[in-house]
């Protein structure tokens, strides 16, 4: 599947021709995928017609009266959405379903990429993990963004951006002297980070598998990489 440019007199982008399947919600996996997207794949976001992306929820909303704090019209869009979903294609799917999951994998046996922020272990359960993809893919690019990775109890270690701010030390930092509160910065700063090695590791498995034919699965875990940003603080004991 080779995605057409909607601008005919538009270059292709270096990612024309790769095919992205987004499973994600919220902010740091529609990050990855929107930077996808902008670099040319073909980014198809799948929704649970029953539970869509609770971003479509976040205020503001932009309908034909302009924009307002709250939805006044059933066609009004949240702007987040309309940010994060730009360049992207959609489609909703139940995968409890067995027959969506049917649709899923005929999907993925003609994808490059499947992104995934699942708490651990839902992807097993619902049979659409790397192992089930990599059954009628074995070129696939799986990749699960998580808040710590594939072994943490997912009943204990839910985990958002301001959460990883505040683990990985960043709060600290913010806070300016030891006697003030742990700040937090005024974006999703972990989430977007979050986004943007997930990006580096799936163009990276793109380039090993032109090398070796296959796949593989990138993990990419919040509080992993917001330790590997704050790489110089936590060498020069900088935290307050």
Known sequence: MEHQPDNPDQQPGPLAGVTVLDLTTMLAGPYATLLLAGLGAQVIKI????????ARGNSL????????ATPEHDDDLSLAILDRGRNKEAVTLNL??????AIFMDLVRRADVVVENYSPGVTGRLGI????????????????ISGFGPD?????NKAVDIVIQAMS???????GSPS???????????????????TIGILMALVARQRTGLGCHVDAAMYDIGAAFLER???LHEFT
Do not use: Q, W
């Open 129 to 144: 993990d790397y192992a089930s993809c990599r059954e009628v893919n074995p070129k696939i690019v799986y990749t699960s």
């Open 169 to 175: 030390g960043l709060s600290s930092l913010l806070a």
């Open 180 to 198: 003030d509160a742990p700040g937090l910065a005024p974006m999703g700063t972990m989430d977007v980070l979050s986004g943007a090695y997930a």
């Open 96 to 101: 409890k379903h067995p027959d969506a999951r």
């Open 61 to 68: 909303f932009l309908g034909r009266d302009g924009v307002k």
């Open 47 to 54: 929704e649970n017609p029953n539970s869509p992306d609770p």
């Open 152 to 156: 943490a109890d997912p009943t204990r």
């Open 233 to 235: 603080p936590l060498t």
